[in-house]
């Protein structure tokens, strides 16, 4: 089990799950990504969502090359997360879960261009 600063992870059966907490956000998340995001969520849950993803893959996903399973989101902060993950870090993802559990697992391939 990997430990994060600022969040807690722990392994399950489909690879591990991240909770974060972010103080501030990466140089790596895209200021467009951020502004567009912040209408219909606060800044603190856009921050909070970017940063998740970060830890994520930048603590688990690359360097143990573990899928990667965040915590349910709504709609518009789960998009934002795909984004990240496909544009920027440029890995696979699948979506999960129904309704208020609706969330993204981060696979440990990086998609096909």
């Given amino acids: 089990m ?11 059966s489909s690879g591990s799950t991240v909770s974060a907490s972010a103080s501030s956000t990466s140089s790596s998340i ?10 219909s969520a606060t800044p603190a849950e856009v921050a909070d969502a970017l940063e998740e993803v970060r830890m994520a893959v930048e603590q688990l996903v690359i360097p143990h090359q573990e899928a990667v ?3 349910p989101r709504d709609d518009r902060l789960l998009a934002m997360q795909a984004e990240l993950i496909s544009r920027e870090y440029k890995l696979e993802y699948e ?3 129904e309704g208020s559990a609706k969330r993204i ?3 440990h391939t990086y998609a096909k261009q």
């Fill in 30 to 39: 895209p200021s467009e990504t951020i502004a567009v995001a912040t209408s």
């Fill in 105 to 107: 697992r981060i696979l």
């Fill in 95 to 97: 979506e999960c879960g």
């Fill in 2 to 12: 990997a430990q994060a600063p600022g969040g807690s992870a722990s392994s399950g």
């Fill in 69 to 71: 399973e965040l915590l």
